[in-house]
């Protein structure tokens, strides 16, 4: 018999409060570049970090405080993408799980198996 992990064992994964993410994302989404929208993800030890900057140069930057302790990473997403999974759940919490810089990120509701939404990365 095959011993098969799920795509969401395997990975890294943090939860983050869904308002207070989407508040911040929101803020950083202001300065993307208005064609591509990307923003960057970094990850460090409990820290979530959301980097967005556009032509001018302008750049804006939101901490959250999260319950991570594995690898840093830093990877770039469409944040439009990322608010309409936010703005289509009505849960506290979401749960986000990246494997690396060059993989799709899944994230999760707690306690909900049957809704994963998964998002390609973009490079910035």
Known sequence: ALNTLSLHDALPIF???RQLLMQAMNRAA???NEKFRGVRVVLGENSLKLIAANA???EAQEELEIDYTGDAIDV???VGYLLDVLNNVQTDEIQWSFNDANSSALITVPGNERFKYVIMPMRI
């Open 15 to 17: 939860k983050v409060g």
């Open 30 to 32: 202001i300065l993307t």
């Open 56 to 58: 001018e140069q302008e």
């Open 76 to 78: 770039g997403f469409n």
